[in-house]
């Protein structure tokens, strides 16, 4: 997999709007970026991914450059219980034989 | 639609015992994923197992096995305990070797005292 780099940790105000940047300079072609987030002592939650094209869900927007080099997740209205760690991932579809590797993520902390 | 059911919850073994964690994916998903978080630490992949046979393992000794059963369902154990290998075990499944995302249970908490 593609290496990733996340801030350590961010804040955010409830209500506000929560950006959690992902660099990833040397993603292939055929990588996609993926989004996780665990809320304390719980499994990791899927939150969404993408190949090039903006993508937006129930939960988040995710926001690729046109180079692809990094990467945006946008919370449009944090509220608290969005406090977890967010992990960027990058993998393409034929990576047979590996599993998802979750690097260290970045501290999302919401506050009232 | 039921997600990924863990048992136990919580474990608590004797050093040098066995423990025995048990993973029920999601229907339809044939790909069972384990991973291993240590206190503070990240998730380590531990092994993926796909359509009843091992398909990779992550750099843990050979004491951490494991099987996939015919009905996809996924048993990991770990002999000789010892007291680092307290820790969340977590479980994820997927179709497709994770095309469209993994989708976690809510772990086991092993402790060994």
């Known amino acids: 997999d593609a290496k990733t780099t996340q801030p350590t940790s961010m804040d955010c105000a409830e209500g506000r709007a929560a950006n959690l940047p992902c660099n990833h300079s040397?993603?292939?072609?055929?990588?996609?970026v993926y989004w996780y987030r665990q809320i304390h002592s719980q499994g990791p939650q899927y939150i969404i991914h993408?190949?090039?094209n903006n993508e937006t869900n129930e939960m988040a927007s995710l926001i690729i450059t046109e180079d692809r080099k990094s990467s945006t997740l946008i919370l449009p209205h944090a509220t608290l219980r969005d406090t977890a760690v967010y992990y960027c991932i990058v993998r393409s579809l034929n990576q047979a034989g590996t599993a998802l590797i979750f690097g260290k993520g970045t501290t999302l902390s919401v506050s009232s | 639609e039921a997600g990924v059911t863990q048992s136990p919850t919580h474990l608590i073994k004797t050093r040098g015992q066995q423990a025995t964690l048990r993973c029920s994916p999601i229907?339809?998903?044939?790909?069972v994923y384990w991973y291993q978080q240590a206190l503070g630490l990240g998730l380590q992949f531990l092994l993926w197992y796909d359509e009843g046979e091992e398909r990779n393992r992550g750099n843990f000794p050979p004491r951490f096995s494991g099987r996939q059963f015919p009905n996809y369902s996924s048993e990991l154990n770990v002999n000789a305990l010892e007291l680092e290998d307290s820790a969340l075990y977590l479980c994820a499944s997927s179709l497709e070797q994770g095309a469209f995302g993994y989708t976690f249970g809510s772990g086991t908490r092993l402790t060994v005292v």
């Open positions: 040397t993603i292939s072609g055929n990588e996609y």
């Open positions: 993408g190949l090039k």
């Open positions: 229907s339809g998903h044939t790909s």
